[in-house]
């Protein structure tokens, strides 16, 4: 893991002289490869540094959460009910908005234990390793749509946590990967299906709650039933499905409509009555209630029992020995 000292590390194939001298370009060294370049825009860098007093305090966190013999477990370490009904001022029943993660992280994990990872790169995406009643976890929870750096920065974590053999757990609130002709052209579906990829062939134990929206390709980066969690829990609010029923009833309409002859198209109001009897049965179907009850989660749990429901996860997969696949990382 890479740490960079603000206005003091700089990383670059040629500095600003040779630069200049084979291609003309001007620059200075905290332009071509200072630490805001490489931990915000290149994802070079994992850790950016206010000072060297700074780096050395997160050099000593980094170490802390290397695995090692002491298995230090406080399985009574369950947070009081009150600080866990903080979780509410989180969360909303309205999907269209992002939840503050990072709030929801620090009530789920010990106190202060959590450590992000590439934490100003690929912001959409947040991840880090924490203690969850003792037991060392690597958090993985969405920030908003999954975008190319995002992808490629949880491909990273996922593989470092699994050459540590330290489990997993995904906190879902994800409405898919950006789509659209900019990024495929910035290969979304490369980066997306790297991240796919290390989730499918990690072989740590995983745990997965979905809080929120779980559509589409990112139900499958974020851990879903099908890449086979230890367990798989999901809040009343959450919903499942290849899309929402907007997005469903607009491209079934299309898509229908598109076929008829064109004197036979629907006009106003018949594509309307379509795209309703779409939205309502996505929207049903997609339900917390309506997903668990064919067996797509391991239960509905009170977002407030979720710490609980970890820790007993927890304590399951840790009176085995943890094995992980022999796969190196895909350095950035």
């Known amino acids: 893991e890479t740490i960079m000292v603000k206005n003091q590390a700089t990383i670059f194939l040629a ?14 060294a905290e332009d071509l490869g200072g630490s805001d370049i490489h931990c915000k825009v290149s994802g070079l860098a994992d850790y950016f540094a206010d000072s060297e007093i700074d780096a050395i305090n997160k050099a000593r966190s980094i170490i802390k959460n290397i695995p090692g013999t002491d298995k230090n477990f406080n399985i009574s370490s369950i ?17 269209r908005y992002n939840f503050s993660v990072r709030s929801i992280i620090s009530i789920l ?15 959409t ?11 060392q976890v690597g958090v993985i929870a969405n920030n908003g749509v ?31 990967f950006m789509i ?3 990024h495929e052209a910035n290969g979304i579906a490369k980066h997306g299906a790297a991240l796919v990829n290390a989730v499918a062939t990690t072989s740590v134990p995983k745990l997965t709650v979905i809080m929120g929206g779980s559509y589409g390709a990112g139900n499958y980066a974020m851990c879903g039933r099908a890449f086979q969690p230890r367990f798989l829990w999901s809040w009343p609010n959450s919903k499942t ?24 198209r629907w006009n106003k109001t018949e594509e309307e009555s379509f795209k309703s009897k779409i939205k309502t049965k996505f929207d049903t179907e997609s339900s917390a209630i309506y997903t668990s009850a064919r067996l797509l ?36």
């Open 15 to 28: 500095g600003p002289p040779l630069v200049k001298a084979a291609t003309g370009e001007i620059t200075n």
């Open 79 to 95: 947070c009081d009910s009150n600080s866990q009904e903080n979780i509410y001022d989180y969360i909303s029943s309205d999907l």
């Open 109 to 123: 994990v010990d106190n202060g234990s959590f450590c992000e990872f590439k934490e100003q790169y690929g912001q």
């Open 125 to 135: 995406l947040v991840c880090g390793v924490a203690k969850i009643a003792g037991f």
């Open 146 to 176: 999954l975008l190319s750096e995002s992808s490629l920065k949880g491909c990273h974590f996922v593989q470092l946590c699994n050459k540590r053999k330290i489990p997993l757990i995904f906190l879902q609130n994800i409405m898919g």
């Open 180 to 182: 659209g002709r900019k």
């Open 241 to 264: 499905a290849i899309m929402g029923g907007k997005q469903a009833a607009e491209v079934l309409a299309q898509v229908k409509n598109g076929r008829k002859p064109y004197t036979e």
């Open 297 to 332: 989660d391991d239960g509905v749990i009170d977002p407030k029992d979720t710490r609980k429901f970890l820790i007993l996860g927890l304590t399951l997969i840790y009176k085995e020995p943890i094995t992980a696949s022999n796969h190196g990382i895909f350095r950035m």
